[in-house]
T-cell receptor, first 110, second 115 residues
Framework: GENVEQHPSTLSVQEGDSAVIKCTYSDSASNYFPWYKQELGKRPQLIIDIRSNVGEKKDQRIAVTLNKTAKHFSLHITETQPEDSAVYFCAASGSYQLTFGKGTKLSVIP | DTGVSQDPRHKITKRGQNVTFRCDPISEHNRLYWYRQTLGQGPEFLTYFQNEAQLEKSRLLSDRFSAERPKGSFSTLEIQRTEQGDSAMYLC?????????????FGPGTRLTVL
């Protein structure tokens, strides 16, 4: 089955700096890669996603890149703000089920 | 609120008891998923329904677990003879068949504590 590795597990940045979270996947059949943000005690919320026929996608301060050959994808957050502090999960999917990474706890220091 | 809803939000039970959770998906979504999330981990897939048909079950879903979606709308997840290792957040998600992407929307979860 699919295996998703996510790094780093924790990340601290100063407000205004950029944050990058990286994930690798194992199943070449995976073709959909969402990122979820989960605040403490709340549901995971989809923040951006990308399909395998696209190399990069951007939505305001958030961007995701995908390298299908190397089987890795990354989340980039620019101009970080304190409200970006949360746990971020990457996931990969080939059909219906999502396989998640273990998460990255992002702390944005004011 | 038109999002995915789950009930109850919290459940505390004693080992050996049975528990049942309910999930109401977004109304037009015919796909429904159950995941389990333990502290410090990402959600893990348990099972998937398309309408009323249960199409996939993870190996994580032991014989003590059963899920139903009798009319293709809400779903229930039952755990029999609970064990302390069952303590986790149980998340439900739903998606629409018309989506190009498998965009899944999550509910708030049911936090189970087995004493």
């Amino acid at each position: 089955g699919e295996n998703v590795e996510q790094h780093p597990s924790t990340l601290s940045v100063q407000e205004g700096d950029s944050a990058v979270i990286k994930c690798t996947y194992s199943d070449s059949a995976s073709n959909y890669f969402p990122w979820y943000k989960q605040e403490l005690g709340k549901r995971p919320q989809l923040i951006i996603d990308i399909r395998s026929n696209v190399g990069e996608k951007k939505d305001q301060r958030i961007a995701v890149t995908l390298n299908k050959t190397a089987k890795h994808f990354s989340l980039h957050i620019t101009e970080t703000q304190p409200e970006d502090s949360a746990v971020y999960f990457c996931a990969a999917s080939g059909s219906y089920q999502l396989t998640f990474g273990k998460g990255t706890k992002l702390s944005v220091i004011p | 609120d038109t999002g995915v809803s789950q009930d109850p939000r919290h459940k505390i039970t004693k080992r050996g008891q049975n528990v049942t959770f309910r999930c109401d998906p977004i109304s037009e979504h015919n796909r429904l998923y159950w995941y389990r999330q333990t502290l410090g981990q990402g959600p893990e897939f348990l099972t998937y329904f398309q309408n009323e048909a249960q199409l996939e079950k993870s190996r994580l879903l032991s014989d003590r677990f059963s899920a139903e979606r009798p009319k293709g709308s809400f779903s229930t997840l039952e755990i029999q003879r609970t064990e302390q290792g069952d303590s986790a957040m149980y998340l439900c998600a739903s998606s629409s068949p018309g989506q190009v992407r498998n965009e899944q929307f999550f509910g708030p979860g049911t936090r189970l504590t087995v004493l």
